[in-house]
């Protein structure tokens, strides 16, 4: 599913923040990226989301070269994974369901097919009851579930999420993990970066240790070809 | 294919309805530039309008070639009658009329308003006029001669061709439908910075959320299209605030206009707003607004990236 090969990625006038990585996640994995922090985790995910490119390698998913990936391109790219953010990047002007539904509609799905998904993926993440809230209104952990719901409501392959329980506290952090697994379990490949090690170890899943620009030896094994 | 297409332009419509509540959501800032782009818009036209009932003035007059033959004022009404009356039987004339010089000064009396300077004066100081018409059919230098002849008759005592100022009006009113298109071109430029202006600032107030369609997806045209729908709302609303600015002028100045009308016998119909002209103002809002947009959308959007 994906395929890291020998790739570097040099920020403009900085170190390298990602240095001659290779590593492969095959299709429904459940993989936990960690390391101190400043260890390259969201530029290996921005890679993976085509925000960065990479300045030396490949990156491969679904076999697909995204690294070279033209721009005209990258928009059907990006409908085809599921993105979560720390800060959840809801639209604050929005209510839940318009937030879940703006993948679809990016998508040009048909309305009535749009409110179908949205509410079932609404659903899932236990919120079908506040789909007219304002993201403002909600708490940030049930905000963090709409940031899940608009993540899947395409259901993509791959889903990405960059610290998504950052800012929440140990409980709720569960809570949305378990989530993920969930997710996981009907067959979404997913890689999670996460300080959190407590978490991961009541979650399983396979670990990814990155330090500074490098995967640790110990844990590259499992992901290698 | 028909439900793909009507699909298709149902998502148009959906964000043609979205951009016009986004404009209702900010009355204030939406207004101000309404009211600039309607009076922008509103501007040439009414200038266009204006020298357009000017031709059609100078064009009432075109046609017309009279000449004004002033008698010498010791020449009587009697005497004046049979010149008029020779002066018919001529074949380049069409038609002669008299106007006696009592009539000429009730005449000035009512239109000039100087009725009390003038009656002190005790006597008219006005001669007897004829008014000769010459026949289409007579040419240029005919009438030249026709002039000539008339000038060198014992009882008159000059000959006036009017059309002077005519000719005067047209050259003033060519001149200032040059100055109009001068005027349109400018003032359609200015709707057209106008409008890209507060598109673009709308695109950076906005900026967060593009950057967010964008990971969700989104093409550089799915995150345009909204603002292009503004652009061209802006348009169209400013556009209808300019004909109402027109009509509310026109009514302004419906009365002036039809005293001026009744001083020339309405020899020739003033124009009004026509659909010409409203379908003028609305295409020009229009394509101003979506070109306004389409400047700012196609140099801000694809810039904007997420990090
Ligand atoms: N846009 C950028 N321009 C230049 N350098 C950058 C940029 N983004 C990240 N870096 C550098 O790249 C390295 C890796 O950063 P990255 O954000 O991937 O780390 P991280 O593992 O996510 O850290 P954290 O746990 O604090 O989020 C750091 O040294 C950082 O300073
Ligand atoms: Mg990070």
């Known amino acids: ?225 | 294919m028909i439900y793909k297409l009507r699909h298709y332009f149902g998502l148009h419509r959906q964000n043609a309805i979205d951009a016009f509540d986004d404009l209702i959501q900010k009355p204030l800032a939406s207004m101000l530039t309404i009211a600039v782009i309607g009076i922008a818009l509103a501007l040439p036209a009414a200038l266009n309008l204006l020298v357009q009932n000017g031709r059609s003035v100078a064009d009432s007059f075109d046609g017309i070639r009279d000449f004004s033959v002033y008698l010498k004022p010791s020449t009587s009404l009697a005497d004046a009658g049979k010149l008029a009356e020779s002066l018919r039987l001529r074949s380049s004339i069409k038609t002669v009329r008299i106007i006696s010089a009592d009539d000429a000064l009730k005449d000035f009396q009512e239109t000039s308003g100087y009725s009390e300077a003038l009656s002190t004066l005790g006597t008219n100081p006005l001669p007897h006029t004829l008014v000769v018409r010459p026949t289409e059919a007579a040419d240029a230098a005919r009438l030249t001669t026709l002039a000539a002849e008339l000038s060198s008759k014992n009882n008159v005592d000059q000959v006036r061709i009017d059309t002077d100022w005519v000719k005067r009006l047209s050259a003033i009113l060519d001149l200032l439908r040059r100055s109009v298109a001068i005027a349109g071109v400018l003032l359609i430029a200015a709707v057209i910075i106008i409008v890209g202006n507060t598109i673009r600032l709308d695109i950076q107030s906005r900026r967060d959320e593009i950057e967010v369609l964008k990971l969700l997806g989104a093409s550089d045209g799915f995150v345009r299209r909204p603002f292009l729908y503004v652009g061209v709302w802006y348009g169209l609303v400013g556009g209808l605030f300019g004909i109402v600015l027109l009509v509310i002028s026109a009514l302004i100045l419906a009365e002036p206009i039809e005293r001026l009308t009744g001083l020339y016998q309405a020899n020739f119909a003033l124009q009004g707003l026509n659909f010409t002209s409203i379908g003028a103002i609305l295409l020009g809002g229009f394509l101003s607004g979506w070109i306004g947009a389409w400047t700012a959308v196609s140099r801000h959007i694809a810039s904007i990236q997420p990090e």
């Open chain 1, 1 to 225: 599913m994906i395929r890291f090969d020998h790739m570097t990625k040099r920020y403009e006038g900085g170190r390298d923040a990602l240095r001659n990585i290779s590593f492969e996640v095959p299709k429904g994995e459940l993989v936990f990226l960690t390391g101190p922090s400043g260890a390259g985790k969201s530029t290996l995910l921005k890679l993976l989301a085509c925000i960065e490119r990479p300045t030396r390698g490949q990156v491969f998913v679904n076999d697909r070269n995204i690294g070279r990936l033209p721009n005209r391109q990258i928009p059907r790219y990006r409908q085809q994974i599921g993105l979560v953010f720390q800060d959840n990047k809801l639209l604050q002007d929005r209510s839940a369901f318009d937030n879940v539904a703006l993948p679809l509609i990016i998508t040009g799905m048909h309305q009535r097919e749009v409110g179908r998904r949205v509410r079932a993926a609404l659903d899932q993440v236990g919120l079908l009851k506040k789909e007219k809230s304002a993201p403002r209104t909600l708490s940030l952990g049930e905000q963090q579930r709409v940031g899940i719901a608009r993540a899947v409501v395409s259901r993509p392959g791959l889903l990405v999420a960059d610290e998504p329980t950052g800012n929440l506290d140990p409980e709720l952090s569960l809570d949305i993990m378990r989530l993920f697994k969930r997710f996981n379990d009907i067959g979404v490949t997913m890689v999670i970066a996460t300080h959190d090690l407590n978490l991961l170890n009541q979650l399983g899943g396979k670990r990814l240790v990155l330090k500074d620009g490098e995967i640790d030896e110990h844990t590259l094994p499992e992901f290698k070809r």
